[in-house]
């Protein structure tokens, strides 16, 4: 302005300030990555000394959530989100780190991508040593499991024939109650089967065994045993072989041969890295048992839950560490 007829220029403050930025929209979603970035427009008139975007489940995250490190400075950046999980919404902010404190752009969600059912481990019996055979402390078994590719061991699953699976041929495991030293004045059969290494579920929710059996009932549970610890506890699922999709076994009654079973051990597996399973043969009545065969185990997993797949009963079994007598397996 002027004064006394004397141009003087009026000095021009400077207000200090959080970033303003917003964010840029997502791009190349996989099932556990995607890409986003943010774009700096006013830096509050000091410098930056981080940016990057936030992410989380829940809305409007901060810098207490999953961040990038994307440097400092002004400007249009990229930014690469790993370690997600598939089928989640996420919420993302890009921010920026001035000297008095962070700003972030407005908020955008995306989902990643479902990944397809996976079979992540699978067996056909033929390398026996990716399993072990047990029994539990406090029962006298009697008898074992055995992994063969000869006709039915033993007097219940002889009477049967063996089971018509899809690589029997391969090998395939079999409990007989009466075969392997089994003592008719021995009570309480609990002779269990389980994987020899653990199983990496991680990155998939849902979490199924599938499998093919040839099974004839009497007075016997048969059950799928899941530890999530690395064999130090189990769970123990008990559930009911069918007469065919809809009926229940009696006694001297068996499954279709073969039958397919589909179980669902999400509870006990979902996105966990150092899972065991197995199958359990129990029996109160001394070698009074019929006989079990299974055979193409695999453990498949989804971030979607399967409809088919059997719900069944489970319960903490009261035992730790199965006791592992031999690696007993015939040719």
Not at 47 to 52: A, D, F, V, W
Not at 128 to 141: P, R
Not at 223 to 235: K, R, T
Request: aromatic share 14%; glycine share 10%; with cysteine.
């Amino acid at each position: 302005y002027l004064k006394a007829g004397k141009r003087e220029t009026k000095k021009q403050e400077t207000y200090f300030g959080l970033p303003v930025l917003t964010t840029k929209p997502i791009t190349d979603i996989t099932y556990i990555t995607s890409t986003c970035g943010g774009n700096i427009g006013d830096d509050g008139h000091l410098p930056i000394t981080l940016k990057g975007v936030c992410w989380g489940i829940s809305q409007n995250p901060t810098l207490n959530d999953f961040k990038t490190n994307d440097g400092n400075g002004t400007g249009s950046y990229v930014s690469n989100l790993t370690g997600l999980i598939s089928n989640t919404t996420y919420y993302v902010r890009a921010f920026a780190t001035n000297t008095i404190g962070t700003g972030y752009g407005d908020q955008i969600s995306f989902t990643t991508l479902i990944i397809p059912p996976t079979t992540i481990w699978s067996s056909d019996f033929s390398n026996t040593y990716d399993w072990s055979f047990s029994y539990f402390t406090g029962f006298n078994s009697g008898a074992y499991w055995i992994i063969t590719t000869n006709n039915p061991q033993g007097a219940r699953s002889s009477q049967m024939g063996r089971i018509n699976s899809t690589t029997w041929s391969n090998k395939f495991a079999l409990f007989d109650s009466n075969y392997m030293g089994a003592n008719l004045n021995q009570n309480n059969q609990y002779s269990c089967i389980q994987t020899e290494n653990s199983i990496n579920c991680t990155q998939y929710s849902h979490i199924t065994i599938e499998f093919q059996q040839y099974y004839k009932k009497y007075s016997d549970t048969t059950m799928v045993i899941v530890s999530s610890d690395g064999g130090l506890s189990w769970n123990e699922g008990t559930y009911f072989p069918l007469l065919n999709t809809n009926t229940n076994l009696f006694n001297n009654q068996s499954t279709l041969n073969p039958d397919y079973e589909t179980i669902d051990i999400s509870s006990f597996a979902g996105n966990l890295p150092n899972v065991f399973i197995g199958f359990a043969f129990k029996s109160s009545i001394h070698g009074g048992g019929n006989a079990w065969m299974v055979d193409d185990v695999k453990v498949i997993g989804s971030n979607t839950k399967n409809k088919n797949a059997r719900e069944i009963n489970w319960g903490r079994a009261n035992f730790y560490r199965p006791k592992v007598l031999i690696k007993m397996n015939l040719n």
